[in-house]
């Protein structure tokens, strides 16, 4: 460790990624299906600890044994052996048309109760060890509720309980999203019982197509409403049924209609009821909602979107070769878009007026048949992979933590954005390509940015040994950064567990 960390930070950062992309001689297609790689560093007395596992889940378990690429991936389809014979084959075809999703957990970390669980966008989560990054039981949603795919950001509630989202895919005849809760805790009599035996759906939206639901990968959350972008970057389900038979990948059958609308929804978390007003903007693709909060009668929600859906296409493996800088470069930017949405306007109000009250560049404009068309605020440019301090989470707030990227989809620098002043500090190195950055309060915390910011930053060089680096969030100067002599990966997400939130081992 060079540099002071402060004394106060205890406990571990988790992070979670695509780690293993060759299987013997096969080789998956695309950065975001490799096997999963945890990682962690364990702050203890101002020294660092570094550890890190694969995800022993039954995807990799299976193509370690096989010495191959056995269960298909998003952007990889696997084949069964070629060996086999015309009727095992026949079967395999057959059984693919509704898939049999992996369990290879590699985007985030979730808190549930008081465990944690790897997650990914299947109905597969695998719970985790966070000290020793030991693979646990896996837990299978669909048990608890009708859902085949879900995100890996999920919510929490003050009381600790997580908020998710997920797709019902033509379920009893009907596609639609569905929004449910997993308690944080279990009645005591029934303390064996785990609290996804407890699960409760809170509300479904119907899907606008039946046989092509929104893909989404995470959702907004104010004090009383959850926000659900709809937006017109869909999955074809009968392209999917028949994509293992047409040897192409899932990832083929999603596509993006750059003449449609993106469609917003609000449900009121008291009611469990949809707002009846339709609200929308132009075609986007979006990934990540940053923060959202109401103020005097408009939701505010902050998200990261583009015009297009080029971000994917840049992951493929054959495109991140070592030119891949003068090579790959993205046709849309990320822009850091802010939505102000009247939800109490005035019913009487003129067609093609203005709803906005507030003062923003942001507009809610009223159309004939009553819907209301919604234009952004644009409040900057070129962050991705947000985070905020999450006691501010649903709540007005100021600062927004990010990576740095321009035309490349690699960060090169990350920043502290603050959304008022429009002002951005940044951080970076010459051949320094950092990780999401955490937040982490200080324990006597009285201001927003009182604490600070953690990302594992991987060298261009292979000789250059990656490290941890500890800025002050305040001021976005290096405390401190812990060097570390292994190869290290670039990683999705993760989360920052302060020690008291660890289980000892034995309990």
Not at 64 to 74: G, K, L, Q, T
Not at 192 to 212: A, I, N, Q
Not at 324 to 337: A, W
Request: aromatic share 12%; charged share 25%; net charge negative.
């Amino acid at each position: 460790v060079t540099g002071q960390l402060p004394t106060w930070l205890e406990g571990v950062l988790l992070r979670n990624g695509p780690g293993m992309h060759t299987i013997g001689d096969s080789k998956y297609n695309h950065w975001f299906d490799g096997l999963a790689l945890l990682h962690s560093f364990t702050f203890k007395n101002g020294e660092v600890y570094y550890r890190s596992k694969y995800l022993r889940s039954d995807t990799y378990n299976c193509n370690i044994e096989a010495n191959r690429i056995m269960v298909s991936e998003f952007g990889t389809m696997a084949y069964p052996d070629p060996c086999k014979n015309i009727f095992a084959k026949a079967f395999s075809y057959l059984s693919h048309t509704i898939p049999e999703f992996t369990d290879n957990c590699l985007i985030n970390i979730m808190k549930a109760g008081d465990d944690f669980y790897a997650t990914g966008e299947t109905n597969f989560i695998r719970k985790i060890n966070p000290q020793t990054l030991e693979t646990l039981e896996k837990v299978d949603y669909n048990k608890y509720v009708a859902v085949n795919l879900a995100t890996s950001h999920p919510h929490y509630d003050s009381a600790g309980n997580v908020l998710n989202m997920g797709t019902s895919i033509v379920d009893k005849g009907k596609t639609k999203y569905l929004l449910f809760k997993i308690p944080s805790s279990v009645p005591e009599h029934e303390k064996k019982k785990s609290c996804f035996k407890h699960l409760e759906v809170v509300c479904s939206v119907p899907s606008r197509s039946l046989l092509h639901p929104s893909y989404y990968h995470s959702f907004g959350i104010t004090e009383n409403y959850i926000i659900f972008i709809e937006q017109p970057f869909r999955l074809d389900i009968l392209k999917m049924a028949t994509a293992y038979m047409r040897g192409v990948s899932w990832a083929s059958c999603l596509a993006f209609n750059k003449d449609d609308k993106t469609w917003f929804h609000f449900i009121d978390r008291r009611t469990k009821k949809e707002v009846s007003t339709k609200f929308y903007t132009d075609a986007m693709v979006f990934f990540h909602h940053i923060n959202a909060y109401e103020e005097d009668g408009h939701i505010i929600f902050d998200i990261i979107a583009y015009t297009d859906n080029s971000l994917y296409d840049m992951f493929y493996l054959k495109n991140l070769t070592k030119d891949f800088e003068e090579n790959v470069k993205l046709t849309s930017i990320p822009t850091c878009r802010r939505f102000v949405v009247p939800l109490q306007c005035d019913k009487d109000a003129v067609v093609d007026s203005n709803l906005v009250t507030l003062p923003s560049t942001a507009t809610a404009v009223k159309e004939k048949d009553g819907s209301i068309y919604c234009q952004p605020e644009i409040l900057c440019e070129g962050i991705e992979l947000p985070r905020i301090n999450y006691d501010y989470n649903g709540k007005k707030y100021k600062y927004v933590f990010a990576t740095r990227v321009q035309w490349s989809p690699i960060p090169t620098k990350i920043a502290k954005f603050n959304t008022q002043t429009k002002e951005m500090l940044q951080w970076g190195q010459n051949d320094c390509w950092p990780s999401e950055p955490v937040f982490v309060p200080s324990p006597d915390a009285k201001e927003e940015d009182d604490g600070v910011v953690l990302t594992c930053v991987v060298k261009t060089d292979p000789k250059d040994p990656p490290f941890l680096l500890v800025l002050d969030a305040k001021t976005f100067t290096e405390l401190g950064r812990a060097i570390v002599n292994v190869e290290m990966h670039m990683d999705l997400h993760g989360v920052f567990i302060p020690q008291q939130d660890m289980k000892t081992e034995t309990e």
